[in-house]
């Protein structure tokens, strides 16, 4: 406004803006006006005396008030001091600040994060550690998007690996077409259990498995078309979670696409001389660093999660041109992300240092691991689930009126899953406690969304206040619904001491809801 201001009293007084500028002053008292022009200065300059300049531009001023937004301006003893209109420059100033994303710094400037994270393992279960990936990072997600990043969502799916050629041998010997396709991935997750109780005592199953996986790697049909159908079905129940979830991502690129990349990149190194032998396999040799050495090839000439790894990081890089790359997992995948980066940055990439391993803790359920070879498992879909019927028996219990409850109960139980999520810290370990997920008590998402609504709804009593006042002429509903709003605020004010000393003890409260 300041800025507006002075072009126009440089017009009036036939001056340069700057000379305006560096006079314009905030007066000591905010009666005498929000900006003041001393007119001294400009005495000599305009052979006139202040008084009568102040008026002058007081009278151009006083044409564009409106334009300008201003709502009085007085002359002064050669001063000319200027009232802004409070209620323009309030209409001014929240509209540019919706205009600027609601005040959040644009500090991402479009630059690109590749994210990888959720990036679950093909014909396995969807489990509550990859809920974990998949809630913190579309959080994080989230949180870069907003603050002007370009962020391309990866879902590094876990579609390759030896335990394909497992899964292979297990469903040759113990299953059939017909039990896959009314199982679905149940069957999957139990002949994988299966073939891992008997691996014990029949070691060769390991041999026919590892076989199996080499065909993969080599393009053997029967193999690939296996493997192909037990993805399909694997993709279809992780969407399931996903649109419980309300989370898409950018690319589904997963492990298999960068097996045929691995080839290429054993060239690479071999090139760059950081490939040795090691028991026929192909590694890089790390020891410098205290870091064990990170495997490329194995003996069999298979590619392997690291070496997948690492190509994939180049292969992003070119694709994207990513200023960062994020990779959400678990805190035990620390070594392997240590040694993919140290790879790249022996590779000679700087860009090694773009790359950040966004590790979190363990989920455990009453101490112990969670683990798809045992079977101790928690499917993401059924904790989403049991979270919807818990807040539907709640609607039942508190408001069975509501309108549209199984949309409310949906919004309330995953909001209640995904915000136990977010509001421990990632890197914590979590003691999976249905009952403390599904608690509606205290700091949870349903205490979050009830502000919230408690929020929208104070808005919308005031929009009907105002309408049905006019429709009745009647400005006692206005003020009636001022008293009210007062005694909802003191209500707030008093539990809620924020201008109280800081060292004051806050009074924990429960809030029920
Ligand atoms: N599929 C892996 C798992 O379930 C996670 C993959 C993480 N991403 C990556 N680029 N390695 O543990």
């Known amino acids: 406004m ?5 072009k126009v009293v440089a017009e009036i007084l036939g001056l340069s803006d700057s000379e305006i500028t560096i006079l314009i002053e905030t007066p000591p008292d905010s009666k005498m006006g929000d900006m003041a022009i001393p007119c001294f200065g400009f005495a000599n300059l305009l052979h006139k005396n202040p008084a009568l300049i102040a008026t002058e531009i007081k009278k151009g001023l006083d044409q564009k008030k409106n334009q300008l937004g201003l709502d009085e301006v007085l002359s002064v003893n050669g001063y000319c001091n200027i009232f802004v209109n409070r209620m323009l420059f309030t209409e001014k100033v929240l509209k540019q600040v919706a205009k600027e994303n609601l005040g959040f ?7 690109t994060v590749c994210m990888d994270y959720s990036s679950p393992n093909i014909a396995k279960n969807f489990h509550v550690g990859h809920l974990r990936t998949t809630v913190i990072g579309n ?3 989230k949180i870069h998007e907003k603050l002007g990043y370009k962020v391309v969502r990866i879902n590094h799916l876990g579609d390759w690996g030896t335990q394909f050629g497992k899964l292979i041998v297990a469903y040759k010997k113990w299953s059939s077409k017909e039990e896959v396709e009314k199982k679905g991935i149940q069957e999957l997750l139990d002949i994988y259990v299966k073939f891992n109780n008997e691996r014990e005592e029949h070691p060769e199953l390991m041999d026919e498995a590892r076989d199996w996986f080499v065909k993969m790697e080599h393009g053997d049909e029967e193999a690939l078309s296996i493997w192909e159908w037990f993805k399909d079905i694997s993709i279809v129940e992780f969407e399931r979670v996903y649109d419980m979830l309300g989370i898409s991502f950018d690319s589904y690129t997963g492990e298999s696409f960068y097996r045929e990349k ?3 990149l054993v060239e690479l190194l071999k090139e760059k001389k950081l490939l040795i032998e090691s028991q026929g396999a192909n590694v890089i040799d790390l020891s410098d660093y205290n870091i064990p050495p990170c495997m490329i090839t194995k ?7 690291h070496s997948r790894d690492i190509a994939a990081v180049l292969y992003r ?9 994020l990779y959400v997992t678990g805190l035990e995948q620390s070594l392997h992300f240590k040694q993919v980066f140290k790879a790249i940055e022996l590779m000679g990439y700087d860009f090694y240092k773009e790359l950040v391993h966004v590790p979190y803790g363990l989920v455990s359920l009453d101490g112990e691991k969670l683990s798809t070879r045992t079977g101790n498992i928690i499917y993401a879909e059924d904790i989403l689930k049991e979270a919807i019927k818990r807040a539907e028996d709640l609607i039942e219990e ?16 995953i909001g209640a899953v995904i915000f136990h999520d977010l509001f421990n810290q990632r890197i914590k370990n979590i003691n999976f406690s249905w009952k403390e997920v599904l608690s509606f008590d205290g700091t949870t998402g349903p205490y979050v969304q009830y502000t919230y609504a408690r929020a929208k709804s104070v808005l919308r009593k005031y929009e009907k206040a105002v309408s049905s006042a006019a429709e009745s002429y009647e400005p006692s509903v206005v003020a009636r619904y001022l008293i009210n709003l007062c ?7 008093q539990e809620c001491p924020i201008l109280k000393e800081k060292n004051e003890k806050k009074k924990k409260k429960n809030y029920n809801w």
């Open 2 to 6: 300041k800025e507006e201001i002075c």
């Open 105 to 111: 710094e644009k500090i991402g400037n479009n630059k």
């Open 139 to 141: 959080a994080l997600y």
């Open 262 to 264: 691995v080839p290429a």
């Open 299 to 305: 003996k069999d000439g298979s590619s392997i999660y």
């Open 317 to 325: 890089k070119e694709k994207y041109n990513f200023d960062k790359c």
């Open 398 to 413: 508190k408001n069975p009126a509501l309108d549209n409850k199984e949309e409310v109960a949906k919004q309330v139980g």
């Open 487 to 493: 005694s909802d605020f003191n209500k707030f004010y």
